[in-house]
């Protein structure tokens, strides 16, 4: 059993930054990755990025590569979605998850373990 906590959401205006959080605790041995995703008012679940425990690889979504980067502090069992240059179109709740899986996955089924979310919101 894993548990997920997000936060470090918000208000923010376009242009600017934002770092999210997420700390693990339980029994994380199987936890292989971590991602980020996002839902917006009336929209589907979408994929933000992804990364590995074991060596920090990372893959992220076009609409966010370049801008958003994960990161990740082992010690501290926490990931991290540092998000710059934001726009309205980012504003969404945002959910860390976990994966048994050995690579980086984008598909929502791939992860077992979730968070309760954290809201971001951008103004323009």
């Known amino acids: 059993q894993v548990q997920l906590v997000e936060s470090g959401g918000g208000l923010v205006q376009a242009g600017g930054s934002l770092r999210l959080s997420c700390a693990a605790s339980g029994r994380t041995f199987m936890t292989n990755g971590m991602g980020w995703f996002r839902q917006a008012p009336g929209q589907e679940r979408e994929f933000v990025g992804a990364?590995?425990?074991?060596?920090?690889?990372?893959y992220y979504a076009d609409s966010v590569k370049g801008r958003f980067t994960i990161s990740r502090d082992i010690a501290k069992k926490t990931v991290y979605l540092q998000m710059n240059r934001l726009n309205p179109e980012d504003t969404a709740v945002y959910y860390c998850a976990g994966t048994r899986t050995l690579w980086l996955t984008a598909t929502l089924s791939d992860y077992d373990y979730w968070g309760q979310g954290t809201q971001v919101t951008v103004s323009s």
């Open positions: 990364i590995t425990w074991s060596a920090g690889t990372t």
